[in-house]
């Protein structure tokens, strides 16, 4: 029976679940940087976290055109 609802749609795939993680882990760095920001944090660990916060958007870019590419440039 056909329930006009596609399931491969409902499920995420890896690429999406990757997405999710790094956008969530993007969110939580940021806010730890301004927390730390506003305390006056200490300095090396202030920027070691701007470095992996870095990293991750550039992670997050290369996941996203990935995914774009397997969903046929839908998202490019």
Not at 30 to 36: I, K, Q, S, V, Y
Not at 49 to 54: D, G, I, N, T, V
């Amino acid at each position: 029976m056909f329930t006009g609802h596609d399931a491969s749609r409902a499920e995420p795939t890896a690429e999406r679940r990757e997405l999710i993680r790094l956008v969530r882990r993007i969110q939580a760095l940021t806010l730890e940087l301004r927390t730390m920001q506003q305390l006056d944090g200490g300095e090396a660990e202030l920027r070691a976290k701007e470095r992996a916060l870095e990293q991750l958007r550039w992670r997050l870019a290369v996941v996203a055109r990935r995914a774009a590419l397997e969903n046929g440039g839908a998202a490019a």
